[in-house]
């Protein structure tokens, strides 16, 4: 019991300086549980009726991405506690000098270790059990999900999962600890607080041409990518990688020497107030610090880009689902009329739905698809290479597409007589069909000659289809059609059409009503020319929603998940290393009050150095995160996204709010510590 | 001469009202411009209490201390600083510098708190720094320094400012006998060349043989006070203040 009492009394006595580790460690236990416990949540269930299967694919995403963010929270925690066992080595060895055991004095240790973790556990799991109904709350205003009759739900999975990864880490600190004791003789622990202040490389060139030769290398790569990242193919992406990373090292490890070099010949700035003494103490910090600042840099890299990435995808796809799905149904019937084929299967459309277009589109031995792009053709062959180049493209008349367009709230086309226009929404096919467009490409329909009425294709969708692209069609004026010398014949219809009934609960009823009846025609057949078609097709405005938001709330989570728990990680182990520096400090602050600086001296010099510790990784991870967004985008754009702009704001407002969460409690710790 | 230091009637009280300890008691004297005064005294009796008065870095319960006619106990916060940077230097036992600037850096920085333009500065680090004959050790940092040299750059931190007052807080308690002389010799020096008031705390009579007056305190009181004579060597000074604190450490009637 006196074992377990002084352990209390140590971690009392320590609760002022290591809040920021007991803080930490308790938000990381929230996280972990808030983000394993979501699948259960109730609103999962109401945002993704049908894709139940996104839910259950969040869940074990969430699952692997656990195990990494166990594994990086694992390292933060380690990498803390011996920071501050470290500080407390001479204490350690006032104990033994008493006469304590090593045996007893890793008892005590191992007594708090357990304390420590069992408490941040306990508070932790509570405040992730109500940040999860938070969260939930907060994912339905992100969704639009109606949030009455809520449950409050608590799931004994993600405690059990969150309860054992960290139970492990703990074990794992233990070890550290009791190893920390033992394997040191009396004196280097009584002696462990005289440290040797390290000097910066002697070697001044050295320092300064390592500086600039990483300068350079990085400024290579970073415009490299930053410039030229929509040309995926000029980039050696993982030369790049390679670069980035050695040089960031680089940068830091030779920083101390160079700016010291040079903030050191700026007189009138250096011989400033207490300017010498807080470039020294921050030239001095990188210099012991720079590995861990590098890889600080890389992570917060990491987590800038994953933020703004994640939310970029997020608001591209709502956009997308904004003006995606103007109907409740569309169909493509091909080889028949679809009015037709839904009354064979019984469908009462007048009754079912209260408003409808069903639109004729025709072929015509005249028109292919590889005919549309004229010259063009193969140089699209080389990156469609099973295309059908000779199959007949699909034609609508011009007064048909127009209704189509007045239904989905769009602009309607202008075309002459003897012109045409191509639509397609499908963004890899689309800079051929433009290049054809503006290069005049005719199209011969056996005398009479169409040409282009619009240089660019129009980027639109026939079918609602959410994410995946459809081929279009091509669009002539309805005499064109009309003439029989152009060899037109009807091959299908396009329906689009409103439920009669309104109610999101009835549309679901009715999308099963419909689903089922035309079921046998949504099987393959093989038509007479050896083709594979699809009778009719369907796309329902429901199935369409309900995929684009679980993918986007897949996006969402995991990109707060990883993000969060990076920033974190980063953020507070430079609050420790800032802290410890400062009880360093303390001595040094005296000293400066014995010369004369004055009180707001002195809280800017140290209000300077905790500013530089946080801004420095920042600022270097935000400029790789502006060249990597670039190359991301580049790769984005097949699927034609282009915009970060969202994204970049989501970004700064979370950063902003956990990282000068960080900034603001380290300062205000500091200035506690040395009292200024 | 004018009188730069006055310390009247000061009183100083630690403890709570059941407990009292008197550290300093009615104590009064003081110290006229471009003397070079040590205060002797057993452990306890109140000679750190004292200068931690005289620095502003305490506070006196009772009486009052003046400077150029100034009392310092009415300053506060801004006025504080300000007056600790231009009136008084600092030298401490253990040195306190900071280690991770070099010699030169550290006697500059408080002529860059004094808000003294940086072309000035370096002519001015060079100077003091002659003349405690640290010109070699400017680009070094503390550790790479002997204790002797450390102290010398104390000192040329604490002179560099011109101030009114230098306070020396057992300066030699950390030095071999060696370097304390050469400290010494340099205080002396400064005393002399730069004509600086030195006010010396020290329980090292060798140490204080280098003052021209020396006052002793016991129990926060002046016990006795010994003014160093013209033409009277150092050795026979010397002498005089070991005789003093061998009847200080204790009376022929306390011991029982």
């Known amino acids: ?372 792009l004229g010259e063009f053709k193969d140089k699209a062959a080389q990156t469609f290479r099973a295309a059908r180049w000779d199959a007949r493209e699909n034609v609508m008349k011009l007064s048909d597409y127009n209704a189509l367009e007045r239904k989905y709230g769009r602009d309607e086309l202008k075309l002459d007589d003897d012109q045409y226009a191509i639509v397609c929404d ?90 089922e009846k035309l079921r046998i025609l949504s099987e393959p057949v093989i038509r007479e020319d050896g083709r594979k078609s699809y009778p009719l097709t369907m796309t329902l405005k429901n199935e369409i929603k309900d995929n684009s938001v679980g993918t986007s709330v897949i996006v969402v989570f995991l990109v707060l998940y990883i993000g969060i728990v990076f920033v974190i990680a980063c953020a507070a182990i430079i609050a420790l290393k800032v802290l410890s520096d400062s009880i360093d400090s303390i001595r040094k602050y005296e000293i400066l009050t014995r010369i004369g600086a004055d009180g707001q001296m002195k809280r800017k010099a140290l209000f300077a150095q905790v500013m530089m510790n946080f801004l420095i990784p920042l600022c270097i991870a935000s400029v790789y995160t502006w060249s990597g967004l670039s190359y991301i985008k580049g790769l984005l754009r097949a699927f034609g996204m282009v915009k970060m702009g969202a994204g970049i704001v989501m970004t700064t407002v979370i950063m902003l709010i956990i990282y000068g969460g960080y900034f603001i409690t380290t300062y205000e710790g500091c200035k506690r510590i040395v009292k200024v | 001469m004018s009188k730069l230091l006055e310390v009247i009637h000061a009183e100083k009280y630690y403890g709570n009202k059941g407990n009292l300890t008197a550290a300093l008691n009615d104590l009064s004297f003081s110290v006229d411009e471009g003397e070079f005064v040590g205060i002797m005294g057993a452990s306890g009796s109140g000679k750190t209490t004292l200068l931690n008065c005289i620095s502003t870095i305490d506070k006196l319960s009772a009486g009052k201390v003046l400077l150029s006619g100034q009392n310092i106990n009415e300053l506060k916060g801004k006025q504080l600083d300000r007056f600790r940077s231009h009136k008084l230097g600092f030298i401490f036992q253990d040195f306190n510098l900071l280690d991770t600037m070099t010699a030169e850096e550290n006697i500059a920085l408080s002529l860059s708190i004094k808000g003294v333009p940086a072309k000035e500065i370096r002519e001015k680090v060079e100077k003091a720094a002659e003349t405690l004959g640290i010109s070699q050790q400017l680009s070094k940092f503390p550790s790479e320094m002997s204790g002797g040299q450390k102290q010398r750059v104390a000192a040329a931190r604490a002179v560099v400012t011109d101030p009114e007052l230098v306070l020396a807080d057992e300066p030699t308690g950390a030095l071999d006998s060696k370097a304390s002389k050469s400290l010494m010799e340099s205080l002396r020096k400064l005393n002399e060349t730069r004509n600086a008031t030195i006010l010396m705390v020290t329980h090292d009579s060798f140490s204080a043989s280098y003052a021209g007056r020396i006052i002793f305190i016991k129990d926060g009181k002046i016990f006795t006070e010994i003014l160093r004579e013209e033409n009277e060597t150092r050795k026979d000074f010397f002498k005089r203040i070991v005789d003093v604190t061998s009847v200080l450490g204790g009376e022929l009637d306390e011991v029982v």
């Open chain 1, 426 to 515: 499908f963004d890899l096919l689309n800079p051929f069909n433009e290049e054809a467009l503006k290069a005049g490409t005719k199209i011969d329909l056996g005398g009479r000659v169409l040409s282009p009425g619009y240089d660019k294709p129009i980027e639109e969708y026939i079918m609602m289809s959410g994410m995946t692209a459809y081929l279009g069609c091509l669009v002539v004026p309805d005499a064109v059609v009309e003439d029989a010398d152009c060899g037109f014949i009807k091959e299908g219809s396009v329906f689009a059409g409103d439920y009669r009934e309104k109610g999101r609960e009835i549309s679901y009823a009715l999308d099963e009503e419909l689903s």
């Open chain 1, 1 to 372: 019991m006196k074992l377990f009492s002084l352990a209390l009394k140590n971690i009392k006595k320590c609760r002022g300086d290591y809040s920021i580790y007991f803080f930490t460690l308790i938000v990381g236990v929230a996280i972990f549980y808030m983000f394993n416990a979501i699948g259960s949540q109730e609103v999962m269930q109401r945002i993704a009726r049908s894709g139940n299967e996104n839910v259950q694919r969040l869940r074990s995403l969430i699952g692997v991405v656990s195990v990494m963010v166990a594994f990086v929270l694992g390292l933060l925690i380690i990498y803390a506690n011996n920071f501050l066992i470290k500080r407390r080595k001479k204490e350690f060895g006032i104990y033994m000098l008493l006469g304590m055991g090593k045996k007893k004095v890793s008892r005590i240790l191992i007594c708090e270790t357990c304390l420590v973790g069992l408490i941040s556990l306990g508070v932790g799991l509570i405040a992730g059990i109500f940040g999860s109904q938070f969260l939930s709350i907060l994912v339905c205003r992100m969704f639009e999900v109606d949030v009455t009759g809520f449950m409050f739900v608590i799931s004994g999975r993600a405690i059990l999962m969150t309860i054992i990864s960290f139970l492990v880490i703990f074990l794992v600190i233990m070890l550290f600890n009791t190893g920390t004791v033992a394997k040191n003789n009396l004196i280097d622990l009584i002696r462990a607080e005289k440290k040797n202040e390290k000097h910066i490389l002697k070697n001044k060139t050295l320092s300064v041409v390592l500086f600039v030769i990483s300068c350079a290398a990085l400024a290579t790569v970073l415009c490299l990518m930053g410039f030229f990242g929509n040309r995926l193919e000029m980039i050696p992406f993982f030369s790049c990688i390679a670069v980035g990373i050695v040089g960031t090292f680089l940068l830091f490890w030779s920083a101390a020497g160079f700016l010291q070099e040079a903030l050191g010949r700026a007189g009138s700035f250096y011989r400033k107030d207490l300017n010498s003494f807080v470039v020294r103490q921050f030239t001095g910090n990188i210099n012991t610090s720079a590995s861990s600042l590098a890889l600080i840099t890389l992570i917060l890299f990491v987590a800038l880009t994953f933020f703004s990435t994640g939310f970029s995808i997020r608001t591209y796809l709502n956009k997308r689902l904004g003006n995606a799905t103007p109907v409740d149904v569309t169909m493509f019937a091909e080889g028949a009329d679809a009015l037709d084929l839904m009354a064979q299967q019984n469908v009462e459309v007048d009754e079912m739905f209260d408003f409808y277009l069903n639109l004729p589109f025709y072929t015509s031995k005249y028109i292919t698809i590889g005919g549309t």
